[in-house]
Structure formats: C-alpha cells, structure tokens
Nanobody, 110 residues
Framework: QLEDSGGGLVQAGASLRLSCAAS????????MYWYRQAPGTERGLVAWISNGGAVTNYAGSVKGRFTISRDNAKNMLYLQMNSLKPEDTAVYYC?????WGQGTQVTVSS
C-alpha cells in the first residue's frame, strides 16, 4: 500500500516536497517511481530511484529541478520539487511494481 501526501497550491518558482508512505511490502527491495497526470493527458513518469537509492533518473522536463529520494528505515519515498512551473500542475502518484498511491494534487499558479 502507498499513501501520497504533500501536494498543494503554490506560485511559480516555489517549492514543494511530496511524500509517499509505504506499507505491506519490502520497501527496501523495491524500485520506486513518481508519476504525474495533468488533465487531458496520459500519466507519465517523472522519476525513479533504485532500491538502495544510489541510482536515480528523471524526465527531461524536471531534471535539475526535482529530486527523488527515499528513507528505507522509514519506508518513505520523497519528491523534492523546486522552481515549480505552471506546467508542473498535475496529480502526482508514487508507484511500485504492484501498487499505486492515491495521488496528490499539485497546482502551480503563474
């Protein structure tokens, strides 16, 4: 099970930190992902992180602004989002192989 939180309404240029609490599986063994879906678009991959946290990868549109991280001791996944833009507005979901979070809304005003 995954529970997303941390979304909100912010102005362009602001920062937000999303969190995802994991339970019911071996979090420290799982590759983890953040996805997002804007209205009228398909859900797309934002970033992923290896089970140990040493390897990360980002969509080109967020590279250099977003940072994915994890705390395996706390079964937590994070997405630090800086320099937010209106085009980052979307519902953000954490994901592992078998589970999706419920999503958290991020709205960036210009």
């Amino acid at each position: 099970q995954l529970e997303d939180s941390g979304g909100g309404l912010v102005q362009a240029g602001a920062s937000l930190r999303l969190s995802c609490a994991a339970s019911g599986f071996t979090f420290s063994s799982a590759l983890m992902y953040w996805y997002r879906q804007a209205p009228g678009t398909e859900r797309g991959l934002v970033a992923w992180i290896s089970n140990g946290g040493a390897v990360t990868n980002y969509a080109g549109s967020v590279k250099g602004r977003f940072t994915i991280s994890r705390d395996n001791a706390k079964n937590m996944l994070y997405l630090q989002m800086n320099s937010l833009k209106p085009e980052d507005t979307a519902v953000y979901y954490c994901k592992t192989a078998n589970y999706w979070g419920q999503g958290t809304q991020v709205t960036v005003s210009s």
